[in-house]
């Protein structure tokens, strides 16, 4: 054999060696879904650029770890990228705003992210007062389109989560005093279910399931659009939005206020106590919102200019610029930019039906001696939604899988790691003492927690109800019995 020919057969031999070893490392799961989605549909693989601004979540702690991320575009997409995944065993998570935060998340590996961000639509149909909005549309999203028609409804402070996402956990917010809780005002959700058929559901269209999907509803299947009853909004679309500053040593006669006064149901108060740079001090804000007139709104939280403040702002505003206006943020448009990593943060929360003076201001020292003694704690804070609640406890427990009806109000700690390192043993373990004192002088019989502001270490009783769970247990079994919904608070069963 002349030395050409063997050389020309080294490099076939090579050749064919290469295309067998890109053979086996080729991931059948893409060629799955470049075979079946449709023409707007997109295929992203680690090293993409839109891959990494795909998979960014508010938090990156605990975050998912992903392969491959479908972008669906349609019902049909949706479709084919369960089929796929289901096909070559990949486990996959559906996501859109990408604000839930789940400790268990970081257990789902080498998965494929369905992304929905295409589903974003916002359609008013203002004379029946309806609204049906994408599985991805965002509160924002809401808001606007609402705001234009006259309308309202009640949604989140954070301009950036999901309003179904927020709709499957019950969904607090300002306007619930109102008009009930985000679920309540939901009328029906198309679902895709595992198997991949489409189910209307509603109250009178597959009502167990429609109570299961109020509260637990991210472990049954994907809601491809859900439709809500809207509603007129007062003063021609505006509200009154006031905040305040207050020093430390005025919590105790906050708290003692908010035990004191009856809420009107126009009126949502959210609070953060938090370190303040100015102030180089930890201090209270608090954020006021009536839903009316600007004169009967001043006389609603008059009481809170009662106790000694450091500062104050009080303004008429249109109803949907109220994200970028709260908390002196005075039309701060960065507020609306969503899919932004927040850092490594934790979300815990205590829903409590009663306000022990003492324990709120014991639990407002421990976030301060936190962030004083761990600088690196300093971007963290406790929250609460106190939203007025007549028109969520004027509903019986049984009408939601959500069962904290009662509640008068919530806590959250959003608890920020500035580095890399620290744990929570580092730290005392003042998180978890935090929610302790809570919910030890919560009036609860035990833990009690909206999933939204959960972070999984919680028995599932802490988030559905002990009476809750075997009912959902059942729907669990009968609409997923494979789990292929379960990386997101999943049913035990
Ligand atoms: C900054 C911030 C502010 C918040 N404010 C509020 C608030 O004011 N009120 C409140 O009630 N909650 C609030 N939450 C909690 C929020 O409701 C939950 O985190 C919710 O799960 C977020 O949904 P998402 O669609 O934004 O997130 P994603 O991470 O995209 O979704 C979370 C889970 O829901 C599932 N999911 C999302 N959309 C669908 C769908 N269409 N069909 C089926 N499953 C779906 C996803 O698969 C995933 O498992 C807040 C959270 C953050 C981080």
Not at 76 to 91: E, F, G, L, Y
Not at 346 to 357: P, T
Not at 359 to 369: A, E, P, W
């Amino acid at each position: 054999m002349s030395s050409l020919v063997f050389l020309a057969l080294l490099a076939l031999g090579s050749t064919v060696s290469h295309a067998a070893s890109i053979l086996q490392t080729r991931d059948t799961l893409v060629d799955c879904l470049n075979s079946s989605l449709s023409s707007h549909g997109s295929v992203r693989v680690s090293g993409d650029a839109v891959f990494t601004s795909d998979t960014i979540r508010f938090s990156s702690a605990f975050a998912p770890g992903f392969r491959v991320v479908a972008e669906v575009a349609n019902e049909h997409d949706v479709r084919a990228s369960i089929t796929c995944a289901k096909r070559t065993s990949t486990p996959f998570l559906f996501t859109g705003p990408r604000h839930g935060f789940y400790e268990g998340f970081g257990k789902l590996q080498n998965a494929l992210e369905i992304y929905t961000g295409a589903f974003w639509h916002v359609d008013i149909d203002a004379p029946s007062n309806t609204m049906t909005t994408g599985g991805a549309a965002v509160f924002k999203n809401v808001s606007g389109a609402l705001q234009a028609v006259g309308k309202n409804i009640p949604v989140g402070g954070g301009p950036c989560v999901g309003m179904v996402g927020a709709t499957l956990g019950a969904g607090i917010g300002r306007l619930q005093g109102l008009y009930g809780l985000i679920a309540d005002s939901l009328l029906s959700v198309r679902l895709m279910l595992p198997d991949t058929t489409v189910l209307e559901v509603s109250k009178k269209s597959n009502p167990e399931l429609f109570w299961g999907l109020r509260g637990a509803g991210f472990n049954f299947g994907y809601v491809l659009n859900a439709t809500y009853r809207v509603y007129d909004a007062p003063a021609h679309g505006t509200n009154l939005n006031a905040d305040f500053e207050y020093p430390l040593n005025s919590t105790r006669a906050f708290y003692q206020a908010l035990h004191d006064n009856k809420m009107p149901a126009p009126l949502c108060l959210s609070t953060s106590v938090g370190f303040s740079a100015v102030q180089n001090a930890t201090t209270l804000r608090i954020n006021a919102v009536y839903a009316g007139p600007e004169a009967e709104g001043r006389k609603a939280v008059a009481f809170l200019q009662r106790i000694p403040l450091i500062r104050q702002n009080l303004t008429q505003i249109p109803w949907n610029t109220i994200p970028e206006n709260s908390f002196f943020s005075l039309g701060n448009q960065r507020i609306n930019t969503c899919g932004i990593n927040a850092g490594k943060r934790v979300v815990r929360g205590v829903a409590f039906n009663k306000i022990d003076v003492n324990t709120h201001v014991k639990m407002t020292h421990q976030l301060d001696y936190m962030v004083n003694t761990y600088p690196q704690m300093r971007a963290s804070s406790n929250a609460m939604y106190f939203c007025a609640t007549q028109a969520v406890a004027n509903k019986s427990k049984d009408e939601t899988a959500y069962p904290w009806r009662q509640a008068i109000g919530h806590h959250t700690w959003g608890i920020v790691y500035g580095d890399a390192n620290t744990t929570d043993a580092d730290i005392e373990n003042i998180p978890k003492k935090m929610r302790d004192t809570i919910a030890a002088s919560a009036g609860t019989a035990y833990l009690n927690t909206y999933i939204g502001f959960s972070d999984g270490d919680e028995p599932a009783k802490s988030i559905w109800s002990a009476e809750h769970l075997p009912r959902l247990a059942k729907l669990k079994k009968r609409y997923d019995p494979d789990g292929l919904f379960s990386h997101y608070h999943p049913i035990p069963v």
